[in-house]
Each structure stands twice: as C-alpha cells, then as structure tokens.
C-alpha cells in the first residue's frame, strides 16, 4: 500500500464540508458553503467550499485545494501529519506497516530527522553547483552571463551562486560517487522522475540561485534558463517540500530583517537578478517573492519585520497587475504600502544599472500610495459616461470593501466621488448597492463579469477554463492537438493532466482524480482557482472551436516569423540590403496581422507567465 493510496482512501472517507466546518462558519450557498476565510481577515464571506468536487478555494487570498492541504494549511502539518490527523479523527483504519500509530514524540523525532538530511543534501547540491559555476566547463557560459549582467563577484560569492550543468545526471552521479541517498535528493527537490521511474536532474543548463531560511540553510534553489535549448520555462523553482513552501517564504529576508532594523521600511522585488542589483549596490532592505504571487502569509512576514513595504515591480503589463493583486493583502494586514515605477519597458535591475543607486533612493523618496495608485488607474480608465461611472465603482469596490482603517477609507472614497462628479454619499451608496450584487454570484469581486471572460484572457487560459468547466469538450481539445501549441508551461501541464484523465477514465472526469494527478502544489492552486471560478457560456463548443482554431494560426505565424528573422539575420550579414528591406516588410505586414487576432499578446502573456 502506497502513501498515495492511503491518502486517497482518506479523502474517500471523509467530507470536506464537515472537516472544514469544525472550524470555520460554513452557510448553504447555492451548491456551495461559503464561510469567513480563516487565512486572511475579512468581514465578507469569501471562502469556499465545494461538496461536489470536494475543493476549498478563497476568492480573497486565492488558497484552495482539497481537504488534505486545507489540513496542512490550517493546521501547519506536512502532508504525511495531515493524513494521520484526519484519519485519527474519523477512525479510518490504516495500514499498519505505513501509519502504525507512534507516540506522537517518536514522529516528531523522525520528521526531524527526515528534514536534517534533507538540509545536508541541499548543501551538498549547492556546493556541486558552485563548483560547477567556477571550475567546471561547461560553466563558461554561465560566467559569461553573470559577467554580461555585471553582477559583481563579491554578490556571487556571498549568495554561493552556482551552475547546473547541461547533464540529465550530473548531480546525481555527484550523488551517487559521494553516497548521498538518491530518494533523500528526489524528497529535497533536486531530482524529477519519469514516466519509466527513473530519477534525472531537475536543474539543467541554468544559473542557479541558493534560498536560504531565516537560519541561513539553503532550502531550495532557483534556477533561470541560459539559452533557448534549455527545456522548460526561464525561471524554475524547487517544488514545495518538507523545508520549502513558496507562500511562506521570501528570499533574503533574514538578510533585509537585519538590514531593516532602523530604516523600517523594505523594498519589494519580483526576482532574484532584480534583488541581487540592490545588494550589488549594497543596498539590503530588499526581498522578492519566489516566482509565485505575493501570499497573505507573506504580507504578515513582513508586517513583522517592517512598518512600510515598497513595491519594485516591473515597468509593464503583468508587473502592474501583480502590483494591484497585491493591494487587498497589505489593506487586511493594515500595513502600509507604496510603489516605485520605472520607466516603460524597465526592471529594477535595468534602472539600477542605468541610474544606479541615488536615483532609486530619489524614486523612493517620492514613491506613491499603492491605494491612491490603484485608484487614480481606475479612474483614468473613466471614459466620462454614467456606466462608465457604474464600472469605476464596481472596480474601486473590492479595495473599498477590503480598507480597515476608517481614515484610510475616507480619503479614497472621497477622491473617487469627487473626480466622478458624485456626492460621496451616493458614491457610498452604490458601492452599497454593488456589494449585495455581489453577493449573488461568486467570485464576482474578482472582477470580470461573465460575458467579459473571453476578451479578458489569453486564449489558452479561456481554453483550460473550458476544458475544467465542459469536460465533454477534451475530447475536442485532444483531437485538435492545440496542447501542444500552448505557451504557458502551467496551463499546457493542467491541459494535458485533463487530457491524461479523460483518456483514463474513458471520458469521465472525476475533479478529485485530477487534483491528485497534478504533480505541483502550482498546479494544483491554478486548477482549483479555475475550478471554482464561474465561466459559464452559451455556446461553448463553437467557442472552443473558435479558440482552437485562432491558436492555430497563431501558431503558423509564429513559426513564420521565426523563419523570416532567421532569414533576415543572414541578410544582413550578407550586406544584401534590398533583401533585409523585402523581409522587414513582410516581418512587419504579419505582426501587424498578429496585432489583429491579439496574438502577440497572447505570446507575450506566455513568455511572462513563466
Ligand atoms: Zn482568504
């Protein structure tokens, strides 16, 4: 009997609605329950629970999965302690050789033991990647790249920067030659298994960069993509595992906790390379998520070590998302916050490089309220009518319901009413009115209505939707082979988890049997969020089909674009200039049909996402 089969038996044994009942206030909401979130503070019920599919998922703070990470969640277990706690609870038997019932010391003991060697491999990987960074070979290119990006070598050494090489098993030879147990890697992170059950490096051909917790043992790495043959996305992670999990970390925050004790005030950066400019300038009231959204864990980690946070995203479309999805976490912590923008087109990296230090101290000096931020986006998105009003309140509602502190409240409900030309109090009482709308239909604080899904989002993420909410439509989806075309490297994993699925249950999709395929906690998030989001449709095949079919040519012109490039770079090396002339302008004749069918930013999103 494996550990897996004893979690799915655990699961078949128990409801998700009574476990999470026990401890939240859970009312009938239609097919749902719906309670106050107990990971973040509201006033509103966001917190969902769904019986038929046996999921939780939180509309405030996005956690959700199913009833085993509620469990580890709530209760801060691993995932073998959630499994035991339930089924002590609910008197399933289990099979003695796996969960013979110790005292609860002996396991203490043993979990201990399990994380001790679990921190002695990830040291060993990281002095294997070190030394491959500085003596291997193949750690040319990686040299040349740190020397390309100027990150000093003081940065590199301090940080223990390091190389994996281009090998499937470099670190597992290395392993393997200094007798360190291989399952003990895999359970760290550090190896990947394949269909055939064979064990390969997870880290291959990237730079890799150490995180370490507040004990200053390394616990993960991130690893960013050299070239373009490496496989996968440009940025890859170790996966959650006894010593990691992404939500309650933050990279160098031991180091800016130091840092941060007289000036109270910490810069937040999206990346590693973003983070390790500041330190470059010696500058160390900084720390940066770790590829994954900010978390309201996190917020609260830094309401501990910080009095104001500053927001240090990048110049562009999906940096100034995350930065408003941000927002409601430090508005239900009360902990101030602010952001800093760089020019168009900018990291914080870039601008340190090309300003340096001083005038980022200058930017910061005049940073501005994340809240008046956010407002003053919505209302330059105003286009002067009365339903455009309608839409700037309903758009300023989720901040207004999210604001604690009265003061705080009041000054923005008073910039929007007076810049829409509205008394503050008809202001309130719309924003009043939106809120029972709301409540009607969930989800609906994450903004976008129904009949708006399809515009909103990248084609493949409205494809996945279909696929979860329509299971009939995988088989369209299957036969079309659009999988393969898809960009983001999560969303292509969830869709061909559901195709996997649908084959082997002969067309039947059991949720539960999918959110246990789905091999990263990632993936699991997204597929629950997705899951419980309303996406309803009239016609959702001849959708689907639509979608299907403008990914295809999406895809065409993109491999023509890709040729045409490679035929203007030997043009031009050729110096055979009416030809560079005849290519630019076919170059620019498709990107202008691309801009037509949203396909370039269909492949932008895909080229942020990962
Ligand atoms: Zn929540």
Request: glycine content about 6%; some cysteine.
């Amino acid at each position: 009997v494996s550990a897996s089969d004893i979690a799915t038996l655990v699961k078949q044994s128990v409801d998700i609605v009574d476990v999470i009942g026990q401890v939240v206030a859970l009312r009938r909401s239609g097919n749902r329950h719906v309670g106050l979130c107990p990971f973040h503070k509201e006033k509103t019920g966001s917190f969902h629970v769904d019986a038929a599919n046996q999921l939780y998922y939180c509309f405030g703070c996005h956690s959700g999965g199913d009833v085993l990470k509620f469990i580890m969640t709530y209760q801060n277990l691993p995932f073998s302690d959630a499994v035991r706690y339930l089924a002590d609870r609910y008197n399933i038997a289990l099979p003695q050789q796996d969960y013979s019932y110790q005292a609860a010391g002996t396991a203490a003991e043993e979990s201990r033991r399990e994380r001790d060697l679990l921190y002695d491999a990830l040291k060993k990987a990281n002095d294997y990647f070190y030394d491959q960074l500085h003596h291997g070979e193949a750690g040319r290119n990686a040299r040349e790249y740190l020397r390309m990006r100027a990150l000093p070598a003081q940065v590199v050494e301090a940080e223990r920067i390091g190389y994996a090489p281009p090998r499937w098993d470099g670190l597992l030879r290395h392993f393997e030659s200094s007798g360190v147990d291989l399952d003990v890697g895999l359970k760290a992170g550090l190896f990947s298994k394949s269909a055939k059950e064979r064990l390969f490096d997870r880290f291959r051909d990237r730079l890799i960069f150490p995180i370490a917790d507040d004990r200053g043992r390394v616990v993960a790495f991130g690893g960013r993509a050299l070239s373009k043959e490496t496989d996968g996305p440009k940025y890859l992670n170790s996966p959650e595992t006894p010593v990691f999990q992404k939500g309650r970390m933050l990279y160098q925050s031991a180091r800016a906790r130091a840092a941060c004790r007289e000036v109270r005030q910490v810069v937040l950066v999206e990346g590693y390379m973003d983070l390790l400019a500041f330190h470059a300038k010696e500058f160390y009231r900084v720390v940066a998520t770790l590829g994954t959204a900010l978390t309201a864990h996190q917020v609260r980690i830094l309401k501990r070590m910080v009095d104001e946070v500053v927001l240090a995203y990048d110049s562009d479309d999906a940096g100034e998302r995350s930065l408003l999805r941000a927002l409601p976490f430090f508005l239900q912590e009360e902990l101030p916050v602010s952001c800093i923008r760089f020019p168009q087109g900018m990291d914080p990296d870039d601008y340190l490089k090309a300003q340096g230090l001083s005038a980022l101290e200058e930017l910061l000096q005049c940073r501005t309220d994340l809240g008046r931020y956010a407002v003053e986006k919505m209302l330059g998105n105003w286009d002067g009518s009365t339903s455009g009003k309608i839409r700037v309140l309903a758009e300023f509602q989720p901040i207004y319901d999210a604001v604690l502190q009265p003061l705080l409240k009041a000054e923005y409900l008073r910039i929007v009413a007076d810049r829409l030309s509205l008394s503050e109090k008809v202001a309130e009482e719309q924003l009043l009115h939106g809120r029972t709308d709301a409540g009607r239909s969930p989800g609906a604080t994450r903004a976008a209505p129904i009949s708006r899904v399809p515009q909103t989002q990248p084609r493949e993420e409205s494809i996945l939707r279909l696929m979860i909410r329509y299971p009939d439509l995988i088989e369209e989806v299957r036969s079309s082979e659009a999988v393969n075309y898809f960009q983001e490297s999560r969303l292509k994993a969830v869709a061909l988890v559901l195709v996997e699925a649908y084959r082997q249950g002969d067309g039947m999709l059991e949720p539960s049997t999918v959110y246990d395929m789905l091999p990263e906690p990632e993936l699991k998030e997204l597929y629950t969020r997705f899951q419980m989001e309303p996406a309803d449709l009239h016609e959702p095949l001849l959708q689907m089909r639509d979608w299907l079919q403008a990914l295809r040519e999406c895809k065409t012109r993109q491999n023509s674009l890709e040729s045409l490039n490679e035929s203007l770079r030997r043009a031009q090396e050729a110096g055979d200039s009416a030809r560079v002339r005849a290519l630019l302008a076919q170059i620019h004749s498709l990107c202008s049909t691309q801009n037509r069918a949203k396909c370039s930013q269909d492949n932008l999103e895909g080229v942020k996402h990962q």
